[in-house]
């Protein structure tokens, strides 16, 4: 029996190119990068004359470095932060994280006399053995016990703690501050006392040496 020869397959026809549609045109790389280049010139033009878009700028400043230029920020005082900790925690449950006080038992702290003295050693004796009786301050009498910290405050605490009482300008006090050394030494020179002070006594040592 003979064998038919294989029917070849035709070739498929050649592909036909897709039409463009009209007015349809190839947009070249570099346009993109052109596009891009000038969206960062715009973003950094409005940078620079809009502020940094931050809130806190306005005329006449058009930057944030002509702003902290013009208003600069004061160095930060460790003692300052230091003391308004310990202020929180043993100063202002009696008076209060105003400074204000709660009269009539627990005297202002702001714009007081007593704070505002040129020398603080009044103060100091008041924190170390605590204070008992009537005190005038700011033409009002308070009268009420305050604790001593002697026993648990150290001297660099105690010295952070009226720096920030003297120094704190939110309550009208502008006070020099006060050293550990003027603690240390007023606690030394104090050892045999034993008792809180009275107002008539601490009148009696001046107030007037910074």
């Known amino acids: 029996m003979k064998h038919k020869p294989p029917i070849a397959t035709p070739p498929p026809p050649p592909a036909v190119p897709r039409p463009e549609p009209p007015g349809a045109a190839t947009v070249p790389i570099w346009l993109f990068g052109l596009l891009g280049a000038g969206l960062l010139a ?3 033009y409005l940078y620079q004359t809009a502020g940094e878009f931050s809130p806190q700028v306005y005329a006449p400043y058009r930057t944030l470095a002509e702003l902290r230029q013009a208003n600069p920020k ?11 900790l310990l202020y929180v925690k043993t100063c202002s449950p ?7 006080g709660q009269p009539p038992m627990y005297p202002p702290l702001a714009g007081s006399d007593w704070v505002n003295a040129p020398g603080p050693d009044r103060l100091v004796r008041i924190v170390l053995h605590g ?3 009537p005190i005038t301050v ?27 009482l003297r120094r704190n300008q939110s309550w009208g006090n502008a006070a020099p501050a006060v050293t550990p050394a003027r603690v240390t030494a ?11 002070w009275t107002a008539e006594e601490l009148l009696k040592i001046p107030a007037d040496k910074p």
Do not use: S
């Open 186 to 196: 007023i606690r030394q020179a104090e050892t045999t006392r034993d008792g809180p």
């Open 42 to 44: 715009a973003a950094w």
């Open 94 to 100: 009696c008076h209060q994280n105003t400074g204000l």
């Open 131 to 133: 204070l008992h009786g």
């Open 74 to 84: 004061p160095a930060a005082d460790p003692a300052l932060a230091t003391g308004a």
């Open 138 to 164: 700011k033409d009002a009498t308070f009268n009420n016990i305050m604790v001593p910290w002697k026993d648990f405050l150290k001297d660099e605490e105690i010295a952070a703690l009226l720096t920030y």
